[in-house]
């Protein structure tokens, strides 16, 4: 039986055999059309395919708190304020894998890991705040708390109670992508492109990436422009002569010098690239469809008219919720003595959960502007109290990010589409569970410790169906189902000795009964055929098959390069071998104990004067080695023979009384793994003791080897007699 690896099909997400830079990036030369939103294949992984965000919601913030939130605070006749917003983005993860699947690719999907991101509102009349920067911790739900001058405080909440005017979020992206390739090749001086483009457009002129591409292609391939071709050199060029602007949109704005250099391009080379994206949000509209009032969204405070010092700290932990382990949150806040105050001031805060707002009084001198530094405490029931890093606090709103926490954070975020189907436990690599991703709580945020850091998480089905794991191998793991391998599109091949005649083969997917099974002729002239199938849940994801009118068999679970082989058994020295469907050349077959471990290995000592006996016995459920052996040789150079996985539940030792009751003597369980062993032991006296000297004696019916056992998911009850065991202990 030789394996054949030609054109052998794979299953998906095949493994890049060499490790790059670029491994794994999106590939913006390779989009996936068929797929919702901007999805494109991996870089150098085979099968998979990766997803970029597509929206941008309002998320109610942690403990019940809304998702937008618009304070004024009244001094006298003005007004100064803050805007709170809760904001997640996500890929549409499920709608491409349910289009993967339908249209039968092998495929398995991933969300883009972004780099960074830059965050606006905007009324009709502008920018409400300042662009807010984002880093990479923050991407996956974000709190933004944004301070307002009186007028933008006053427009914020009027528009919020009112609606009259568009007020709308726009988030913009960066990701890590490899650039679309074009057989051309150019050499270009930074210098003298950038003195081009400042002639055009005018010295440090901040132009949107489109404006830029068209120059620049023009400027070294020359009019017309060409989008494609544009494009590609834009994103491998605009480093060279500009910087990104703070903004949402994707600005650019031209440096004011570069040395001269020379720089050879060839856009027929796949190059590393940022590339921006951008996700819009109507504010108002998202915010209502959460909840009807819109008065929960303002709030209104009013401070004293006269400068006292008393001053109100607000402090809000933009944390991930919940953190696994967390026991405490705390925030401190400590500001220096000054000219009018001679002492410092500290305080302490306990957060009620991460992304909770807790405010607190301080005292400095009347008129003093807040300038001193806050940090993260928190208490974790693994390592016990760790402090986060002093940062500069110059506001009285004071929103902590991930960054500030002691310890960095793993983020594991579920999809509804998952939650309704599993739940999900995240370990330790030292086998901890430390927290529990449900339809209840989707979000958990894992600290990283270096001593026993999050390793893996294990997705349970809440129906039937096998556990899959998966590795926490980056800072943020979104799970859906089309992300767990195992789900959509697979490829086996079928294989048929041609001595054994022809063979008609059916198949369909594991666990869909429903489906119209395929067929294929098997026979001398085509001994092999290729089949496919598709997975609709991750935690059933392999095939059935039967050769004409024949038993379905046990699911076969998908891997690269599947050869099943779908030649009835055979038999050889009384046991049955199936071929093994993922490994040509080997064979299985279903351990057939109980047996005796050894000829000797049940002993009757008498003691306490012929009155009472210790029975041992040591058994086993599978072959022994020396048997297994003579079937390998059987079978043939090359071959292997190994049995199939069974679960044993109970090893027994039971006697018959003279009235004709059986009663277990000693019993046990065995030791998990092949061959299966258990040692039992017991004192006997009495019909006990009778029955066990008769059996080992050579008389059959007074003492037996019971084992109860689960093979293919079906239970079974096998009994020996020990009577036969002493004579024949191993069949």
């Not at 030609?6 to 068929?34: I, N, S, V």
């Not at 993922?582 to 351990?591: A, C, K, L, M, R």
Request: aromatic share 4%; net charge negative.
């Amino acid at each position: 039986m030789a394996r054949d690896l030609g054109d052998h099909p794979r299953t998906a997400a095949h493994g890049a055999r060499f490790m790059t830079a670029l491994t794994g990036l999106p590939d913006l030369g390779h989009p996936l059309a068929a797929l919702p939103g901007a999805a494109f294949r991996a870089r150098d992984l085979l099968g998979l395919g990766v997803l970029l965000p597509s929206d941008l919601t309002l998320e109610p913030l942690p403990e019940g708190g809304v998702a937008l939130l618009v304070t004024l605070l009244r001094e006298g006749l003005t007004a100064v304020g803050r805007i709170e917003a809760g904001f997640a983005v996500a890929a549409p993860l499920t709608a491409a894998g349910e289009a993967a699947a339908a249209s039968g690719t092998p495929l398995l999907l991933s969300a883009a890991e972004p780099l960074s991101g830059v965050l606006e509102v905007t009324t009709g009349l502008g920018r409400l705040f300042p662009p807010v920067l984002l880093g990479p911790d923050t991407l996956t739900t974000t709190r933004v708390v944004a301070e307002l001058p009186a007028e933008a405080a006053v427009l914020a909440a009027r528009l919020v109670r009112t609606g009259t005017m568009p007020l709308d979020a726009a988030l913009r992206l960066t990701f890590r992508a490899v650039a679309p390739t074009l057989p051309l090749r150019a050499t270009v001086d930074p210098q003298v492109l950038l003195a081009t483009l400042t002639h055009r457009f005018g010295a440090g002129a901040v132009l949107p990436f489109d404006t830029l591409a068209t120059a620049l292609d023009e400027s070294v391939f020359g009019a017309p422009s060409l989008p494609d071709r544009a494009t590609a050199l834009a994103l491998r060029l605009r480093s060279a002569v500009t910087r990104p602007e703070p903004a949402a949109g994707p600005l650019h704005r031209l440096l004011d010098q570069v040395p001269a250099a020379t720089l050879a391009l060839d856009l027929a080379d796949p190059t590393a690239v940022d590339v921006d994206r951008i996700l819009t949000l109507d504010l108002q509209a998202a915010s209502r469809a959460l909840a009807d009032d819109p008065q929960r969204y303002v709030r209104e405070v009013d401070a004293p008219v006269l400068p006292t010092g008393r001053t109100t700290v607000t402090f809000a932990a933009n944390l991930p919720a919940p953190v696994a382990g967390l026991a405490l949150l705390l925030a401190d806040l400590r500001v220096p003595p000054s000219a009018t105050r001679p002492q410092e001031v500290t305080t302490s805060v306990t957060l009620t959960a991460p992304g909770g707002v807790t405010s607190t009084q301080i005292t400095l001198a009347p008129g003093e502007r807040l300038q001193g530094e806050v940090r993260l405490r928190a208490v974790l029931d693994s390592v016990g109290e760790l402090e986060g890093p002093w940062r500069p606090a110059d506001t009285t709103l004071l929103t902590l990010p991930p960054d500030a926490f002691p310890l960095p954070l793993a983020v594991v975020r579920a999809t509804r589409a998952l939650t309704a189907l599993a739940v999900a436990e995240v370990r330790t690599a030292g086998g901890v569970t430390v927290g529990r991703v449900d339809a209840a709580g989707p979000v958990l945020a894992v600290p990283v410790t270096e001593t026993d850091p999050p390793a893996t998480i294990t997705v349970r089905p809440l129906g039937p169906g096998l556990p899959v794991e998966v590795p926490v191998d980056r800072r943020r793991v979104e799970l859906d189902p089309a992300t767990l391998p195992g789900f959509g599109a697979h490829l086996a091949r079928l294989r048929h000795a041609p001595a054994s005649g022809p063979l008609t083969v059916q198949w369909r997917p594991e666990g869909d009964e429903e489906a119209e099974p395929q067929t294929v002729r098997l026979d001398a002239d085509r001994p092999q055929a290729d089949i496919r199938w598709v997975a609709t849940s991750p935690f059933r994801p392999g095939v059935v098959w039967r050769a004409g009118s024949g038993d379905w068999s046990a699911p076969v679970p998908p891997r690269d390069f599947l050869t099943i082989d779908v030649d009835p058994p055979v038999l050889v020295d009384g046991v049955e071998l199936h071929p093994d469907p993922g490994h040509p050349d080997t064979w299985t077959y279903v351990p057939p104990g109980p047996f005796l471990d050894t000829p000797d290995a049940v002993r009757l000592i008498e003691i306490e004067a012929d009155t009472v006996s210790f029975l041992q016995v040591t058994s086993r459920i599978d072959l022994p080695d020396a048997r297994r052996d003579a079937l390998r040789g059987a079978l043939g150079p090359g071959a292997d023979v190994h049995p199939v996985q069974v679960r044993v539940t109970r090893v027994a030792v039971e006697t018959k009384s003279p009235d004709g009751v059986w009663t277990a003597v000693a019993e046990g369980t065995s030791s998990g793994i092949p061959p299966w062993t258990t040692a039992l032991s017991a004192s006997l006296d009495g019909d006990r003791q009778a029955a066990a000297r008769a059996a080992l004696g050579g008389t059959a019916g007074w003492m037996v080897l019971v084992a109860e056992l689960t093979v293919a998911g079906k239970p079974e009850r096998r009994t020996r007699d020990f009577a036969g065991l002493i004579t024949t202990p191993h069949h």
